[in-house]
């Protein structure tokens, strides 16, 4: 009975929001089990495009490293902010939200180019938290009982957050550097300088040390 009431729970989640979660929940499980490999997962343009390995195109936003904390606090945001968007700004909108999903995703795939990164899940989280604290700026967040401030400055919590942890804020920036329209009006990020990440500057090593979602390396 408590697993039909846990699944009745989630068919009620909006259908975008529900595919998403569950594809990383899925493919997050399949590594666990060793029945996927990371290094299938990870964006690598020569294979995407010599190899035509285009699946890779999708799979490096659905893994967010290994289980644990990082996975569950990415996995939280995931499903809060993107069901909000979803029920909130873009209730009876579904394809609208699919096109910022795709827009979103392609705009990161090509500034990620820049700084040879592998996996995007986490850049796509910061999206969807910055899209929604645009649209909402007069809401007050409350982040983990700690500081309590207005919408547009959670993304930047984040990013702060990740530099407390000692991460790489290299894909929060990629997330936050995201444009849509707010109210008819764009919302430009103010800089789009090329940044250096000195974890992952050699992108055509064989084996490269990934950094899940911009964290530290989980793979030896």
Known sequence: MAWQGLMAEFLQVPAVTRAYTAACVLITAAVQLELLSPFQLYFNPHLVFRKFQVWRLVTNFLFFGPLGFSFFFNMLFVFRYCRMLEEGSFRGRTADFVFMFLFGGVLMTLLGLLGS???????????????????????????????????????????????????????????????????????????????????????????????ASGRPPFYP
Request: net charge positive; with cysteine; hydrophobic share 45%.
């Open 117 to 211: 990164l592998f996996f995007l899940g986490q850049a796509l989280t910061v999206m969807l938290v910055y899209v929604w604290s645009r649209r909402n700026p007069q809401v007050r967040v409350n982040f983990f009982g700690l500081l309590t401030f207005q919408a547009p400055f959670l993304p930047w919590a984040l990013m702060g957050f990740s530099l407390l942890l000692g991460n790489s804020i290299l894909v929060d920036l990629l997330g936050s550097c995201y444009w849509m329209p707010h109210r008819r009006t764009p919302i430009t990020c103010p800089s789009r300088r090329r940044s250096q990440d000195s974890c992952s500057n050699d992108p055509t090593q064989d084996q490269p040390v990934f950094l």
